[in-house]
């Protein structure tokens, strides 16, 4: 059975971190790009971070640049996501996704990942 599972989400105070991790089972995550999503309720999913397979090359929405780190350890199958100086504005269901390609490339669109995980609760209040 192909699956992701995320974990490491929880309650955080604003200004303080959270990792979040993505392990894969029943297949090798070396051969897909990895993104993180998140979903506010009343708002659309949306794109935090991506990795290519390599972990040559990354992209960050804006809102998260300088703040949030993704990186994969290919040996243990997983993808990470730090996450510093977190806000309000964080909270969210947080999602992993792996789509297949070509070594170099990442997606920045929803639709060309193929497998998900159940996603991880953040919630950022003090």
């Known amino acids: 059975q192909l699956q992701l599972e995320e974990s490491g989400g929880g309650l955080v105070q604003p200004g303080g971190s959270l990792r979040l991790s993505c392990e894969a089972s029943?297949?090798?995550?070396?051969?897909?790009?990895i993104g993180w999503f998140r979903q506010a309720p009343g708002k659309e999913r949306e794109l935090v971070a991506t990795?290519?397979?390599?972990?040559?090359?990354?992209y960050y929405v804006d809102s998260v640049k300088g703040r949030f780190t993704i990186a994969r350890d290919n040996a243990k199958n997983t993808v990470y996501l730090q996450m510093n100086n977190l806000k309000p504005e964080d909270t969210a269901v947080y999602y992993c996704?792996?789509?297949?390609?070509?070594?170099?490339?990442?997606?920045?669109?929803?639709?060309?990942?193929?497998?998900w995980g159940q996603g991880t609760q953040v919630t950022v209040s003090s």
């Open positions: 990795i290519t397979r390599s972990g040559g090359s990354t």
């Open positions: 996704a792996a789509g297949a390609g070509r070594v170099n490339y990442y997606y920045t669109r929803a639709r060309d990942y193929e497998y």
């Open positions: 029943g297949f090798t995550l070396e051969y897909y790009a």
